[in-house]
């Protein structure tokens, strides 16, 4: 089984990611993020301090979303190693993205 682990405050993106993810592991801060130890770590881009903890966290795979106008933070996202993309195509390929941690 995958493990996940996401850093989604939002309730909405959170239910969204927990509905493909049923055991991801939620945490409350991006600091949490550094040795969480997932196989699979999802992260909203846009929050403050996201970006300073990317290049730490140690994943398999590091998926990150934010706004599709946001391109700055996405670039930067994807310099420190983070598949990044524009909130709307993260959440339409959800389900793709669990499946290719597996």
């Known amino acids: 089984m995958v493990q996940a682990v996401a850093y989604t405050p939002d309730l909405i993106d959170r239910s ?11 945490v409350t801060r991006p ?17 403050p301090g996201v970006l300073d903890v990317l290049a730490r966290v140690p994943a398999t795979r590091l998926v990150g979303f934010a706004s599709h106008v946001d391109r700055d933070t996405l670039t930067a ?22 499946t290719t941690a597996e």
Request: charged share 30%; glycine share 10%.
């Open 77 to 98: 996202a994807r310099a420190a190693g983070c598949e990044a993309m524009p909130r709307s195509e993260f959440f339409s390929r959800l389900d793709d993205v669990a």
């Open 16 to 26: 969204k990611v927990a509905a493909v993810l049923p055991c991801a592991r939620f």
């Open 31 to 47: 600091e949490d993020l550094v040795g969480c130890g997932g196989d699979i770590v999802i992260v909203d881009l846009g929050r």
